[in-house]
């Protein structure tokens, strides 16, 4: 199995070419090569399919979806095996792949996922840019760390957050534990995001992600803090978001939100027969 590793602010992936979707992809084997000491050690997997070759179960399939306008499809995988909808940094990363390996040029095209089609935008080299489509709002919730209440707004990026407000440096958590939350709120589970505000227009964040725990950053968990930092605000406009992995921006117009930041590849190899 071929594979190449990348990184977007140190959100990590295993990115697996599969052009004709002819891998059997397991959860198990999932968490293997997610698994930072038996495995290549990633967050993550960005398993690249034609669109055309991917099996989406009974939803009628990629064109029932609408998605047959991207001739590629990420299939996301969390570091546990789990299916998410969305990743921002994953598709950020799965589109300098994809120019990179030559399966696409440069410039503005749709890649298609879980959660619809996302437009990115990128050059020959540097950062790269994904409309990431209109959050959705959802209200307050809270979660529980350690026995703290947190209370925060659940923002829908296709995939579900709780962006949770704290007055105090975000290094001072503690997310060696999962947070605690009301299943029957979050029936899918939750990433759940701390922030702080350090300057105009300006947070920090960490991140506890569903699947795969604390993570060095998350394109989606950047954007529902914005869109939560946001609310009682003048609105619109653009925010940078500092996380553990470096620095990403996130850009909200009232309409949609576009996030963007480095996505680097760093290494390809191939596994070993019969590992996985
Ligand atoms: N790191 C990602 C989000 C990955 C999916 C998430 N763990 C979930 O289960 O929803 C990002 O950059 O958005």
């Not at 990128?122 to 026995?147: F, I, K, N, Q």
Request: glycine share 16%; aromatic share 6%; charged share 25%.
């Amino acid at each position: 199995m071929r594979f190449v590793k990348g990184h977007g602010t140190e959100n990590d992936f295993v990115i697996l070419p599969d052009p004709d979707g002819e891998l059997d992809l397991t959860p198990e084997a999932v968490a293997r090569l997610c698994d930072r000491r038996a495995g290549i050690g990633a967050d993550g997997v960005l398993r690249a399919v034609r669109t055309k070759a991917m099996d989406l179960g009974g939803t009628g399939g990629p064109g029932a979806q609408g998605l047959d306008g991207a001739e590629w499809f990420m299939d996301y995988r969390n570091a546990d095996g789990s299916v998410a909808e969305m990743c921002g940094n994953g598709t950020r990363v799965f589109a300098r792949y994809l120019v990179d390996a030559g399966l696409a040029d440069p410039g503005e095209w749709d890649i298609a996922t879980r959660a619809g089609l996302k437009r990115v935008t990128l050059g020959a080299s540097g950062d790269v840019s994904v409309d990431m489509g209109a959050p959705v709002a959802l209200g307050s919730g809270e979660a529980s760390l350690a026995g703290a209440v947190f209370r925060g707004e659940r923002v829908s990026m296709g995939n579900p957050h709780l962006a949770c407000r704290i007055d105090r440096p975000v290094a001072a958590l503690d997310l060696t534990r999962a947070p605690d939350f009301d299943p029957e709120v979050f029936p899918d589970g939750v990433n759940v995001e701390f922030y702080r505000p350090v300057g105009d227009r300006h947070l920090e964040m960490r991140v506890y992600e569903r699947g795969s725990g604390e993570t060095r950053s998350c394109g989606t968990g950047t954007v529902a803090v914005a869109v939560a930092a946001a609310a009682g605000t003048d609105g619109p406009g653009e925010w940078t978001v500092d996380v553990p992995g470096g620095r990403l921006t996130v850009t909200l117009d009232g309409a949609t939100s576009h996030l963007r930041g480095p996505a680097v590849l760093v290494a390809e190899g191939e596994t070993r027969p019969g590992w996985i």
